[in-house]
């Protein structure tokens, strides 16, 4: 896989491969739009990836691009690259990460009860059905009212 593809086609190939024998690198980076072009989707994916991040106690580095979303493979940011062996990984899909990380035994949800894997998933998914598309519909402001 060359460096910058993303393993979106091959993830069953990325998990069988590393599965519980991943070391997460120091040199991680969650890229981001610029605060001018960061919209609240954008913002609000962006918090998920850095509040998850630091729940698993994952060091990352966040900088910050005027065209992120062009440099991410499905054109949405944010996006974080992760060195896997000698391949850079992006992972710009919030729930592969998380899926990703469980298997490597660095997700939350490593050694806790079920009922604690359940709720996540249940508010991952929450997030992701309801309030993303609720905010891009109406633009991330209440209507005015008259």
């Given at each position: 896989m060359a460096a910058g593809q993303s393993f979106s086609a091959s993830f069953?190939?990325?998990l069988a491969?590393?599965?519980g024998h991943f070391a997460w690198p120091s040199d991680v980076i969650l890229y981001c739009l610029s605060?001018?072009?960061e919209?609240?989707?954008d913002k609000i994916r962006r918090l998920c990836f850095q509040t998850y991040l630091q729940l698993c106690e994952l060091p990352f580095e966040t900088k910050t691009?005027?065209?992120a979303d062009a440099m991410s493979?499905?054109?949405l940011a944010p996006f974080l690259t992760v060195r896997i062996g000698p391949h850079l990984?992006?992972?710009s899909d919030f729930e592969k990460l998380v899926l990703f990380l469980d298997a490597q035994h660095l997700g939350l949800e490593y050694g806790g009860?079920?009922?604690l894997k359940a709720d996540n998933e249940a508010f991952i998914s929450l997030i992701t059905t309801r309030v993303v598309p609720a905010e891009v519909r109406f633009g991330g402001c209440c209507p005015a009212r008259v």
């Open positions: 069953s190939e990325l491969t590393t599965r605060k001018g072009r919209l609240l989707p691009a005027h065209n493979p499905n054109g990984t992006i992972f009860e079920p009922t």
